[in-house]
C-alpha cells in the first residue's frame, strides 16, 4: 500500500502513457502481489484507459481468455487497451479480486480522481478520502493540496490531511491534527476525533481533542437546530393538510368523523392506483403521475365523503355521540373493505425523480425534496381552502348555513346539498393529505390511525372553525414536538405534547382563536 502511495505522489509529475496490453493483462491476472505491483506501475502514468480499466475490475466487469483481457458490460465486449469493441471468447471467465486487491483499486481510482481535471471528480476523491483516513496516504494527498486551485475543496483535503495525522504514531502530529481539525463543520470529523478519544492514552494530546470536539459540536449545533426546525415545520405541514379537512367537518359543520383518518387512506391508495396506471400505460411520463394523482385522489375521497354524508351523517346532525360511533363504525369497514381489495400488506409509492434528493445547506443539514414540496403544497392547499370559503358562492352558502341555518333556508339555499358540499370538500381536502403522505413513506390500512387524533387536537388547540388557529395550531405542535423528542424521545415526547394541550384547553377552551360575533355568544 505505502508503495503504491508513494508512486501516486509523483504519478502525475510525468507525462502519462497508454495503457499497454501486458499491463493489462498483469494487473488482472496471477497473484494477488503480482498484480499489485503492475497496479502500482501502472496507475503511477495512467491515462483515460488506465482508469477506465481499473474502474470495470472495480464493477466486475472484466473477463480473461487466456494472456487476453477483456472490458464486458450489457453483453458488450471492449478492449482495454483501444477502447474498441472486440468479441468476447466463450471459454472467457470472470476475473476475481480478493478483498486486498478491491482495496488497492479503490485507492487508486481515488487518487486518480484527486488529480483530474474535472473539479466534481475530485470533490468525490476527497469525500472518499474522508472516509477512510491513513498516514500512509499523506504523500498523495500534499501533492493534491499543493496542486489544488479550487478553495472549498484545498479546505476538505486539509481536513482530510489533518484526519490522516490524526492516527499517526507520533504525539506532535496528533496535536497537530487535532488543532487542524477543530475548524471542522462535518459530522465524519466529529465521529474520527471521539474514536481518537476513546483510544488515547497522552493526557495533552487528550485534552487537545476535547477542545476540538467542543468547537465541532457548536459548529454542528446550528445545523441540528436548524434541522430540528425543518422537521418541526415538516411534520406541522402534514397535521396541517390533515387538520384543514377536520376544520371543515368538524369546525364549520360541528361533524365528529372518526372516519376521518379512513378517507385520507383513500387518497394514497388513489395516488397508488395512478402509479400504477402510469407505469403499465405511460412509462415515459412516470415522473408526473403525482400531478394526475392529485385531483384523483381529492376526487375519490371527496366522492366517499358524499356518500358518507348523504347515506349516514344527514340523519345524525345534533347527535355527536351517535356520529362519533357511526363515523368509527364506518372506519372500521373501510379498513376492511381496503385490506381486502389492497391486501393487508402496506404498498410502495415511489417518489418521481424531481422530488428525489435534497437541498444540502450544511454538512449535517439537508433538505429532502419531499418534505419542501410537501410543506409548498399544504400551504397551496390553505390558500386555496381560504379563497374558497371567504370568496366563492359556495363558501358564502357554507359559512351562511353554519352561522344559521333556518335563515339560510328562509332565503332560499338548498341546506342539505350545501352540507354534502361542505362534507365532500372536507373528506376530499383529506384525500389530498393522503397523497402528500404517501410520498414519504408506505401506504397500508392503517395510515390515517396515526393522524387522526393529531388532526383532532390541531383543530381544537387553534380554535373550533378557525382556519388561522389550525395553521398556527399545527406549525406549533410540529415543531415542539419535534424539539421535545430530540431531548426526550418520541413517546415521551408524545406524552408532553399532550399534556401540555390539555393544561392549556383548561385555561382557553376556546382555543388560540376565539369565534368573534353573536354565534360566540350563543
Same mark, same amino acid.
Given at each position: ?56 475490475? %472495480? ?13 464486458? =458490460? ?65 504523500? !498523495? ?43 471542522? =463543520? ?92 402510469? +407505469? ?29 354524508? +348523504? ?50 445547506? !450544511? ?20 390558500? %386555496? ?25 328562509? !332565503? ?105 360575533? =353573536?354565534?360566540?355568544?350563543?
Amino acid at each position: 500500500m505505502l508503495r503504491l502511495l508513494l508512486l501516486l505522489a509523483a504519478a502525475f509529475s510525468v507525462q502519462a502513457h497508454a495503457l499497454t496490453a501486458a499491463e493489462a493483462t498483469a494487473i488482472a491476472i496471477g497473484e494477488p502481489d503480482a498484480r499489485i505491483e503492475a497496479l502500482n506501475k501502472a496507475v503511477a502514468t495512467a491515462d483515460d484507459r488506465t482508469t477506465a480499466f481499473l474502474q470495470a475490475l %472495480g464493477d466486475d466487469a472484466v473477463k480473461a481468455a487466456g494472456d487476453k483481457v477483456f472490458i464486458v =458490460r450489457d453483453g458488450q465486449g471492449v478492449d482495454p487497451v483501444s477502447g474498441a469493441p472486440v468479441q468476447v471468447p466463450a471459454d472467457a471467465e470472470d476475473v476475481v479480486s480478493n478483498n486486498r486487491m478491491r482495496g488497492e483499486i479503490d485507492t487508486a481510482l481515488a487518487a486518480i480522481k484527486l488529480f483530474s481535471p474535472d473539479a466534481n471528480l475530485r470533490a468525490e476523491a476527497v469525500a472518499a478520502l474522508q472516509k477512510e483516513p491513513d498516514e500512509s496516504k499523506l504523500p !498523495m494527498i500534499e501533492k493534491a493540496y499543493a496542486a489544488e486551485k479550487v478553495d472549498a475543496i484545498k479546505e476538505q483535503l486539509a481536513l482530510v490531511r489533518a484526519a490522516a495525522l490524526l492516527g499517526s504514531s507520533d504525539k506532535a502530529k496528533r496535536l497537530e491534527a487535532a488543532r487542524l481539525l477543530s475548524g471542522s =463543520r462535518s459530522p465524519t470529523t466529529k465521529t474520527l476525533l471521539l474514536e481518537r478519544l476513546r483510544d488515547e492514552s497522552e493526557a495533552d494530546v487528550k485534552h487537545a481533542l476535547q477542545l476540538s470536539l467542543r468547537q465541532v459540536d457548536s459548529a454542528l449545533a446550528w445545523g441540528d437546530r436548524l434541522a430540528q426546525v425543518f422537521s418541526g415545520i415538516s411534520l406541522g405541514s402534514i397535521l396541517l393538510l390533515v387538520a384543514l379537512g377536520l376544520a371543515i367537518t368538524y369546525g364549520l359543520m360541528g361533524v365528529i368523523n372518526m372516519a376521518h383518518g379512513e378517507l385520507m387512506m383513500i387518497g394514497a391508495y388513489a395516488t397508488y392506483v395512478v402509479q400504477g396506471v402510469f +407505469r403499465s400505460w405511460f412509462p415515459g411520463a412516470f415522473d408526473w403521475y403525482l400531478v394526475a394523482a392529485v385531483p384523483v385522489a381529492f376526487a375519490a375521497s371527496a366522492l366517499v365523503g358524499a356518500i358518507l354524508e +348523504r347515506g349516514v351523517i344527514r340523519f345524525l346532525y345534533g347527535r355527536p355521540l351517535e356520529t362519533l360511533l357511526a363515523t368509527w363504525g364506518i372506519s372500521l369497514m373501510l379498513m376492511q373493505l381496503v385490506r381486502t381489495v389492497f391486501g393487508a400488506q402496506n404498498v410502495a409509492v415511489e417518489n418521481p425523480r424531481w422530488m428525489s434528493g435534497g437541498v444540502v445547506l !450544511m454538512d449535517n443539514l439537508q433538505l429532502p425534496w419531499n418534505r419542501i414540496v410537501i410543506v409548498g403544497f399544504a400551504f397551496a392547499v390553505l390558500f %386555496g381552502m381560504a379563497f374558497l370559503i371567504a370568496r366563492t358562492r359556495l363558501g358564502l352558502f357554507v359559512r351562511g348555513v353554519t352561522q344559521n341555518r333556518p335563515i339560510a333556508s328562509c !332565503m332560499g339555499v338548498n341546506t342539505a346539498r350545501v352540507d354534502t358540499y361542505a362534507f365532500a370538500l372536507g373528506s376530499g381536502i383529506a384525500g389530498l393529505a393522503g397523497c402528500a403522505l404517501s410520498q414519504i413513506g408506505n401506504v397500508g390500512p392503517d395510515l390515517g390511525q396515526a393522524y387522526i387524533v393529531d388532526s383532532f387536537m390541531v383543530v381544537v388547540l387553534g380554535g373550533v372553525g378557525q382556519l388561522a388557529g389550525t395553521v398556527y395550531a399545527a406549525l406549533g405542535l410540529g415543531i415542539l414536538n419535534k424539539f421535545i423528542e430530540g431531548w426526550a424521545g418520541a413517546v415521551l415526547a408524545k406524552i408532553a405534547v399532550l399534556v401540555l394541550i390539555v393544561v392549556f384547553i383548561q385555561k382557553r377552551p376556546q382555543g388560540l382563536f376565539a369565534v368573534k360575533g =353573536r354565534s360566540a355568544e350563543a
